[in-house]
């Protein structure tokens, strides 16, 4: 993919850096976010690139939309356009719905519904004027199932499903395709700090994950692949 712009946001975590190592692979021009710049770095110095002129680190907080913007602002700069989004950043605050604090509620909302809300909107305004574009929004199974103890998370991630479609519908005619992956459990350092009791033995793997988001990259120009799901094997249900 020598000729694609491709923002990851959240590239430093399990699912992100699966699907950036993949992307270098292929030969893609890669714009790296998330917050930790240190992070990045060692990201970087450990993909298969030959050319580094084909990476752009952009320490980003995407709860904050200035930020949000100066990240397009600088793809562009840098690559003159912005071919793919992929919205990996998110976290989980999984507890008991009267455990949750205003301060649970307000960091689910600010992270994972209005983050990927303002990266959607900021990369899609880019694409709108290039007349193309491809955002891939790595939801979870929770954007579409309940889950107790996942009221907040939930909340967040239904929130991001229907900002999206609505999204997609106002930007189909710009040739701007949007994917929304329904992965199940993936085995990240997302359940690092989660309390729950999960078997992350049975969890699907990051490259599982990317994988995935690869397919979708790969469809035919005129094909639009809406909605992905891969559980894992111990997790069925339809
Ligand atoms: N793991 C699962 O079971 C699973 C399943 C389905 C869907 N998902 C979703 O997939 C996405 C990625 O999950 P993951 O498992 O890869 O998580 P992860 O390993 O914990 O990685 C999270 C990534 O998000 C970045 N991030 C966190 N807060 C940020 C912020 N405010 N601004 C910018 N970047 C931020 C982190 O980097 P910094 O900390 O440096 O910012 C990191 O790169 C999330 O939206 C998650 O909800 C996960």
Known sequence: MPDKVIV???????IGSAITHQLAKEGANLVLAARQSDRLATLTSQLPMANLEQILNVPTNITDPAQVETLMQKAV???GQIDVLINAAGAGILKQYNKITSADLEAMLDLNLKGSFYTCQAAA???K?????????IIG???KHSMAMASAYCASKFGVVGFSKCMADELKRFGIKFTLFYFGGVDSPFWDNVSLKVDRKKMLTPQTAANAILFALRADPQAV???????PESHLFF
């Open 77 to 79: 700069d840098k690559f």
């Open 225 to 231: 692949p809406m909605e992905i799901n891969i559980q």
């Open 129 to 137: 004027g290039q007349k193309s574009g491809h955002i891939c929004n």
């Open 8 to 14: 990851v946001v959240g590239a430093t975590g399990g």
């Open 141 to 143: 199974i929770l954007g």
């Open 125 to 127: 305004e880019v694409m």
